[in-house]
């Protein structure tokens, strides 16, 4: 049976049932021929069809114009993190009029914003390798060895020149971050406008790599922001962009990518290198994977940019069906030759790796079917071979199973409580926690096995984020987030952060099965958050590339450590004689054990030098070990500088501290 749509596009994803339709589309989008671009008189955005120029026209003059005269479109890039736009001059309005949802600006004032043409090439270019440099390794969505910045469209320009001076204007680096903070906001509600303006002519046009994931880090860089307008507005855009990817099909990949038009359907490894054959087949792999990393981005993002507030994902795994990204290094290959020669490379591509270009096993189908394979006892080589060396998709199925806990636990609190289950934490059973438990035994081998942990920061720095995912998991199998128990759902990461903050000290009290003691279940975790402790504080592991989500998610676990060893030590407190007469001996305290092991752990990673001064048994002056532990805590966020999490729960950890206490303020 010939297929329904054998007219493929060999520069996006898009096939046709006839030629034509093909001719006009690639006419229409990527410029070739002899399209004519019509351009409305109003605000010079820029058509291929006279009657969508007049529909466009009529809605944004409010009147029936005379359509301008056409001129040529200019043709598409190669550049597969900028294909053809509008020009830079095309809209120039302000982004604090755009009404996301509904798609009409407020107004129409006519301004130019602030342009990354309008700084210095110089500028532009070290803000870019600052991107790159410290932001891409936590998510790397934009291919680097084929970005060119002459060639790039402005409103991708835009956003990435404003995450890279943020990182440019850290505190303790630069001088000048107070203006680079401000032009970096400034980037970034003129892009988010522009882009806004673009997509709203057409939500097809998020089919396009770029515009997607310009979209996506739009989003994420105003969700944490810590400015209260542009995290609203970035809420809009994510709810945008959630009907938009339904709308479009975008969570199927045979409906993304015809199953024709993959790069890997007619791959044949054992034929001799041709330069030019080669050099399409490269170019195929990186707009499809490009697109696949996206998605994938989108979903990892629905997660994470909600659980931060207690919001429910929007997605389930169930309706997104995607194979896993691909491995790391191909899609880091410089060169089309590099590419080819990676496919053939035993050492790298182990062999049942190798074999799923030309055949994929049902687990690395999709998230679900490999999140379903490591919770049973046959997971394949396969997929454990995947993992190895494609971080993105573990970190993705570590995501996958954290929010798989999380879905568990809330349904499990709406539930009311029985007696013949006293635990306040059991969730799942034991059977299920075994299960979990092993699945992410086997990602942190994974980790642990990976041949480019130790020598590329790319690697280093979603690994880190894998190791911290898989920990947090963990520690929820046996202490919900109190967010959640309690029904708490906040507006932004930051409000998240100083909720969970109070109810660590008791400050605000949630349900009535949201208690904690000092047993068995917090002894269990007690090792997960040590190592939560060492993750963050060891130096090549506590880089300004950790992502701002997993930042987040770091510092939550953090407090419930320190919410633990509150609690030890108002036991080992209440546990003493008040009269002081007699001495029971004990053989195994529960809240001793965690005071000594958070001793031991500040011992090794703080750099406060009065920590050397302080007994070390946990009966005497245990206070002390609570304010260095804030302290210590107080070090690790004013590490992180660059996003408003670290700032944020820096001012809250001294506010505290200077409340709670007649002693001298926080301070480094």
């Not at 739009?218 to 507005?233: A, H, N, P, R």
């Not at 759902?489 to 009290?509: C, R």
Request: proline share 6%; glycine share 4%.
């Amino acid at each position: 049976m010939p297929p329904s749509k054998p007219f493929a596009c060999d520069v996006c994803c898009r096939a046709f049932t006839r030629s034509e339709n093909l001719d006009r589309h690639k006419k229409t989008h990527h410029g070739e021929g002899d399209a004519e671009n019509f351009e409305c008189t109003k605000c010079k955005a820029q058509f291929a069809r006279r009657d969508v120029c007049k529909r466009h026209m009529d809605r944004c003059s409010g009147a029936q114009a005379q359509t301008s005269r056409p001129r040529k479109r200019p043709r598409t890039s190669l550049n597969v993190n900028s294909p053809p736009t509008p020009g830079n001059d095309e809209i120039l309005v302000h982004a604090e009029n755009l009404d996301v949802e509904n798609g009409s600006p407020e107004s129409r004032t006519i301004d130019p914003p602030l342009s990354p043409l309008n700084l210095p090439p110089e500028e532009i270019a070290n803000h870019v390798e600052s991107y790159f440099s410290n932001f891409h390794p936590a998510l790397p969505i934009l291919h680097r060895p084929s970005f060119s910045q002459s060639e790039t469209t402005p409103i991708m320009l835009k956003i990435m020149v404003a995450i890279g001076s943020l990182y440019s204007g850290r505190r303790k680096v630069s001088s000048d971050s107070v203006r680079l903070h401000q032009m970096s906001q400034d980037l970034w509600r003129s892009g988010s406008y522009e882009l806004g303006i673009l997509v709203m002519e057409s939500r097809q046009r998020f089919r396009t790599n770029w515009v997607l994931q310009s979209w996506i880090l739009y989003t994420v860089y105003g969700t944490f922001s810590g400015d209260d307008q542009l995290m609203s507005k970035s809420r809009k855009m994510y709810r945008f962009l959630t009907d938009a990817v339904r709308e479009l099909d975008l969570l199927h990949q045979k409906a993304a990518i015809p199953t024709l038009s993959l790069w890997s359907i007619d791959l044949n490894l054992d034929l001799p290198f041709d330069e030019p054959a080669v050099y399409l087949k490269w170019h195929q792999f990186i707009t499809q994977e490009s697109l696949k990393l996206s998605i994938y981005a989108f979903y990892f993002f629905d997660y994470h940019l909600l659980v931060s507030c207690n919001a429910r994902p929007s997605v389930s795994s169930i309706e997104f069906e995607w194979e896993l990204p691909n491995a790391t290094p191909l899609w880091e290959a410089d060169s089309a030759s590099s590419w080819w020669q990676l496919l053939h490379d035993d050492h790298l591509s182990l062999e049942a790796y190798r074999a799923d270009y030309l055949h994929r096993e049902p687990d690395t189908k999709s998230l679900l079917a490999a999140t379903q394979s490591l919770l049973s006892a046959n997971t394949s080589l396969q997929l454990i071979s995947l993992l190895t060396i494609s971080p993105f998709a573990a970190l993705c199925i570590v995501s996958n199973l954290e929010r798989l806990v999380r879905d568990f636990t809330r349904c499990y609190y709406q539930l009311p409580p029985t007696l013949s289950d006293p635990n306040p934490f059991h969730v799942l059973t034991q059977a299920q926690n075994s299960q979990v438990s092993a699945a992410l035994g086997l990602i942190l081998g994974a980790a642990g096995n990976s041949p480019c942990t130790p020598c590329s920061q790319d690697c280093q720095s979603l690994w880190h984020a894998v190791r911290l995912g898989c920990l947090s998991t963990k520690i929820s199998l046996g202490i919900p987030d109190d967010l959640l128990v309690g029904g708490v759902v906040e507006s932004n990461p930051t409000a998240g952060l100083a909720t969970a903050t109070h109810l660590t000290l008791g400050n605000y009290v949630t349900t009535r099965r949201s208690g904690l003691s000092v047993d068995e279940t917090t002894l269990n975790i007690l090792g997960e958050t040590l190592k939560v402790m060492h993750e963050m504080a060891t130096p090549d592991r506590s880089a300004p590339w950790e992502g701002p989500w997993t930042s987040t998610q770091a510092f939550r676990m953090l407090l419930i450590l320190w919410r633990i060893l509150r609690l030890s030590i108002t036991q080992m407190q209440s546990d003493r004689d008040p009269l002081n007469i007699v001495e029971y001996p004990t053989h195994f305290r529960p809240a001793k054990t965690v005071i000594e092991g958070v001793i031991a752990a500040l011992r090794l990673y703080s750099d406060n030098p009065i920590i050397l001064t302080l007994s070390s048994n946990p009966e005497k002056g245990a206070d002390q070990w609570e304010d260095q532990y804030m302290q210590w805590m107080h070090q690790i966020c004013d590490r992180r500088d660059v996003w408003d999490v670290g700032l944020s729960m820096t001012k809250v950890l001294e506010e505290i501290y200077d409340t709670e206490s007649e002693r001298s303020p926080l301070r480094l």
